[in-house]
């Protein structure tokens, strides 16, 4: 009788720490979610963070991408931006970028889309 209760104790205690897990990880992630999805604001303006596709013309490099799409506002240095498109693109190894290849970049902007 004994180790029944015991038994039963413990498979109680066992659910609730299952229970409270679940519960933690599911609050962490909406956090999560909600905080890398809330605007930007900057200089009494509000930035929306987008991506798009670009494609790589003839002679482009990224260092050249991001000096055309980066400002100064969201990015300290050319090489920031330049990270984060790498990232995003998954180049771990190599900067190496061909001519009409598509490559994902972001940008900002006021706008809601």
Do not use: W
């Amino acid at each position: 009788m004994r180790t029944l209760i015991s038994l039963n104790r413990r498979q109680a205690l066992i659910g609730a720490i299952v229970l409270a897990a679940v519960m933690i990880l599911f609050i962490g992630a909406f956090a999560i979610r909600t905080k890398a999805g809330s605007p930007a604001e900057y200089d009494g303006n509000v930035y929306y963070k987008y991506t798009t596709m670009y494609r790589v013309c003839d002679g482009d490099t990224l260092t050249s991408i991001a000096e055309r799409y980066m400002d100064e506002i969201h990015y300290s240095s050319v090489s920031e931006y330049v990270s984060e498109v790498r990232k995003m693109n998954q180049m771990y190894y190599s900067d190496e970028i061909k001519a009409g290849e598509l490559i994902s970049i972001c940008y900002y902007s006021t706008e809601y889309k």
